[in-house]
């Protein structure tokens, strides 16, 4: 008997939905986290996360102490962090996370965009930062764009970052000092005090007074205001 042309088509439609099956177990699918306290913002990441071919949504949390430790139990791919959460700050948790599980990618996804916020989270072990305005298109993009070794950031971040980047760079350097004393007595020479300045490049307040000590031993001078001054001669003939 001959079969007819709609058992053709049925069985046509049976052996594409078994290849379909078969290509999506075979897919390999990144796992996201999203550590957001907003709600309304946090379920939205997770349903348009979750709606792309490529992501999954892990586990969200409201908040670091809910996330952590439980995502080094439980690491993602990837984790989208928010900066200013309920107890611990994000940039806390991104800390944390890449201390003890390096391998997770790390994404800021916040209102905030001041550059003390935006350089501490990259300080920290942040591998990106984005705009909570960016459309959802583009944080699908910025997490495509983590997987494949990039950095992704909101343009206006990343304008940001090469300005201060070039700011770093016009700034006199003392060829006897390190990059990191540089840095240290440029803040201490804008007025700010040891405390300060060790909260600004996320040191302790002791190791930036035995930077001080290294920086007064190379310039042969007695304390921060000769230093600065050797500094301010340097920047006049710059």
Same mark, same amino acid.
């Given at each position: 008997?001959?079969?007819?042309?709609?058992?053709?088509?049925?069985?046509?439609?049976?052996?594409?939905?078994?290849?379909?099956?078969?290509?999506?177990?075979?897919?390999?699918?990144?796992?996201?986290?999203?550590?957001?306290?907003?709600?309304?913002?946090?379920?939205?990441?997770?349903?348009?996360?979750?709606?792309?071919?490529?992501?999954?949504?892990?586990?969200?949390?409201?908040?670091?102490?809910?996330?952590?430790?439980?995502?080094?139990?439980?690491?993602?791919?990837?984790?989208?962090?928010?900066?200013?959460?309920?107890?611990? *700050?994000?940039? #806390? $948790?991104?800390?944390?996370?890449?201390?003890?599980?390096?391998? @997770?990618?790390?994404? /800021?996804? !916040?209102?905030?965009?001041?550059?003390?916020?935006?350089?501490?989270?990259?300080?920290?072990?942040?591998?990106?930062?984005?705009?909570?305005?960016?459309?959802?298109?583009?944080?699908?993009? *910025?997490?495509? #764009? $983590?997987?494949?070794?990039?950095?992704?950031?909101?343009?206006? @971040?990343?304008?940001? /970052?090469? !300005?201060?980047?070039?700011?770093?760079?016009?700034?006199?350097?003392?060829?006897?000092?390190?990059?990191?004393?540089?840095?240290?007595?440029?803040?201490?020479?804008?007025?700010?005090?040891?405390?300060?300045?060790?909260?600004?490049?996320?040191?302790?307040?002791?190791?930036?007074?035995?930077?001080?000590?290294?920086?007064?031993?190379?310039?042969?001078?007695?304390?921060?205001?000769?230093?600065?001054?050797?500094?301010?001669?340097?920047?006049?003939?710059?």
């Amino acid at each position: 008997m001959i079969p007819c042309p709609e058992s053709f088509s049925s069985l046509y439609v049976i052996i594409r939905l078994l290849f379909s099956i078969l290509y999506l177990n075979l897919s390999v699918v990144v796992t996201v986290s999203v550590i957001e306290d907003d709600v309304s913002y946090r379920e939205g990441l997770v349903s348009f996360i979750n709606s792309s071919e490529e992501f999954r949504v892990l586990h969200s949390y409201a908040s670091a102490e809910a996330a952590y430790p439980h995502i080094l139990s439980h690491p993602p791919c990837l984790a989208i962090v928010d900066i200013k959460l309920p107890g611990m *700050s994000g940039v #806390e $948790l991104i800390r944390e996370i890449k201390k003890n599980a390096p391998d @997770i990618l790390c994404m /800021v996804c !916040s209102f905030y965009d001041d550059n003390e916020t935006v350089f501490n989270a990259l300080r920290n072990g942040a591998s990106g930062y984005i705009l909570k305005d960016s459309l959802a298109t583009e944080i699908i993009a *910025s997490l495509q #764009e $983590l997987c494949e070794g990039g950095a992704p950031m909101s343009r206006y @971040i990343a304008r940001k /970052v090469i !300005s201060a980047f070039r700011e770093k760079q016009a700034q006199p350097r003392l060829s006897e000092l390190s990059d990191r004393e540089n840095e240290i007595l440029q803040l201490i020479s804008t007025g700010m005090v040891v405390k300060e300045v060790a909260a600004k490049v996320n040191l302790s307040a002791h190791t930036v007074t035995r930077h001080l000590k290294n920086i007064y031993t190379k310039l042969h001078v007695n304390n921060r205001i000769e230093a600065v001054n050797k500094l301010n001669n340097l920047r006049q003939d710059f």
